[in-house]
DNA sequence: AATAAGTATGAAACTGATTTCATGTTTATT
DNA sequence: AATAAACATGAAATCAGTTTCATACTTATT
């Protein structure tokens, strides 16, 4: 591979001038600057990124933090986060935290030794106190998951009101008796908190109180969702509808009641959430919420170019639209 | 940050002491070993992985490229890999081709600028005259994709066997009848050639002819799986049962049958391919090929490491096990 | 006892870029 | 016309490691 000094060389040129045409700095006779853009092209030159890394540049690496890949959720965000780096000429580091706290903080760590310029976080295991500390090595953003304030760059989504839509639709069709199974613990930070909230709240607008026998935390996968179904068959008073926090726990209750003889949505109607496939996989269709994974990938990315460009942006929070979609499960 | 520097100052001992220590080199004792050790841990030293990239060293970096994550055949085997490959300090960087030329080459390129220290290919877009020059820039593995030869070490399943064990299945179900849906070409190299091997064969065993109506190729998603199912309904002389290059246009074709008022596997019989979660999802649930998602990776990462380890090591090829899973569909 | 082989260590060169500093040349301003 | 500001270029220092080479000290071999 040809380095900088063949390209100077053939060029007749310093490292200097080429090093300026590479990163387009002013003060560049437009006859050099062709003149090392030809011996480039000649050369099949490529900057080696190691080098620059280590001057302290960009790594044009960004890594995604994810608790993992397989959950089809983050498949797509990440999905729509590579493709839009791609675009930019960067590299996506995948790291799976599987919720451990030391994973996430060894995934931080990628920034100290400027592996990465930034890092977007997707899920949040550790106190946002241990977190922010890593902001001193690199850019860190905030998609999906977010904390209470507005003190980092966050994409998010409404959450409380994706919560309340659900739980008004099902209140709309008449139910009465509503159970919410949800991932994460009940009232934590972020997320969980905020579609607690939404949920509260149109409860509380209908009038109606919650059951903390119907409240299932903690819960994320298909087998999650069947399980938290075999409950509630066992139960003596059985709720009549299931707020859930993804559409792979909604799956798994329909899957798993249609086992039981229930009819989906007539004896139970299931709500799940996030707008993924399966949601129109399983029978009957899911209802959902959907939420704007591609948007969200986008956005991110912009997003995280802007504070790499510009290390002392304001920092600003950006929230997507969020939506129900009716089928059939309600 | 401190640097090698700071660390021979405080342990009163040279750089090269010092990187004698970090890499395990013989010739430096036990005395003077842990005082290096020591300062290390003192200063919470971390060494500079762009500085030892530039030397020519490794990256902890390794490229997977797939043709698309959300494929979940493909999440899962990203999680496999990225799962072994953080075990042993080595970094995934995910690489989409989107069934792209370029795009693929775009990430083998990363091999030669050192960005990375090898690449797992899962598919395989371009010709192998084409790809096998990035060796001279580091290692190449294939996984689940393949060629012809023993060129170049390989994580394989006999995918002959595979399909063999489908369709021989079909057969002993009493079934005459049988259409072939997969994906890539029928005729290409690789993967989609063994299955067809398969297929074939386990046709002329039972004395059996190949109809080429019904034959579906270059099909991968639900969708297609979907619109298949239209066609099919459409003929006047339909197939008793089909055999699938994946379990997703399994669960397409069984959806859209199921909308045709289609007892499966009564009037139909289908079978998928890998084993996937959407596999047990789909109702009735499939029958299918198992493929060993999570040893592939595994597998994957310690010949990767093999292989940068020892370059010149010998060309080897893996084969792991492929099996068929009955379940509901046939 | 003399010599060879193995062990232990550090100074300096090297990797491939960027950045600082010095210097020369134009162009603009008074 | 004199001086300041802007433009253009390159030599050398720098980033944080590894590798080569030189050297001194042990231990084994003849």
Redo the contacts between chains.
């Keep these: ?1 040809a380095n900088i000094s063949d390209v100077a060389k053939l060029s007749g040129l310093s490292k200097t001038t080429v090093s300026r045409v590479i990163n387009n700095h002013p003060y560049v006779s437009d006859k050099k600057r062709e003149l090392v853009q030809k011996a480039m092209q000649e050369l099949g030159y ?6 620059r ?2 001057r302290g540049q960009l ?1 044009t ?1 960004i890594g995604v933090i994810v608790p ?3 959950n ?1 959720f983050f ?2 965000l ?2 729509a986060i ?2 839009a780096a ?1 675009k930019k000429g960067y ?6 935290s599987y919720e451990d706290k030391e ?1 996430e903080l060894a995934f931080l ?2 920034l ?4 990465v310029d930034g890092i977007i976080m997707t899920s949040i295991e550790n106190d946002w106190k241990v977190i922010k500390a890593y902001r001193d090595y690199g850019a860190i953003l905030l998609c999906n998951d977010y904390v209470d304030q507005e003190i980092v760059p966050m994409i998010r989504l409404d959450q409380t009101k994706g919560a309340y839509l659900g739980i008004k639709h099902l209140i709309d069709r008449g139910h009465k008796k509503i159970a919410y199974c949800t991932g994460g613990l009940f009232d934590e930070e972020g997320k969980g908190k905020d579609r607690n909230q939404g949920f509260q709240q149109a409860l509380s607008e209908a009038g109606m109180k919650i059951n903390p026998k119907w409240i299932f935390i903690n819960k994320h996968t ?1 087998e999650d969702g069947k399980q938290v179904m075999r409950q509630i068959v066992e139960m003596k008073e059985r709720p009549t509808a299931i707020f859930t926090g993804s559409d792979e726990i909604a ?1 798994g209750m329909l ?1 798993e009641a ?1 086992e039981h003889r229930l009819k989906i949505p007539d004896d139970l109607a299931i709500i799940g959430f996030d707008d993924q ?2 949601a129109e ?3 009957p269709k899911l209802t959902t919420i959907r939420q704007p994974v591609d948007q969200m990938g986008e956005k991110s990315i912009e997003v995280m170019l802007e504070m790499l460009d510009n290390p002392g942006m304001e920092i600003k929070n950006y929230e997507l639209p969020i939506e129900l979609v009716v089928r059939q499960s309600t």
């Design positions: 591979m490529t900057p080696n990124p190691s080098a890394r280590l790594t690496t993992r890949i397989i089809p498949s797509y990440v999905n590579e493709q791609y590299q996506v580091l995948i790291c799976q994973k760590n990628l100290k030794t400027k592996q298909i799956s899957i249609k496939p399966i996989i399983v029978d």
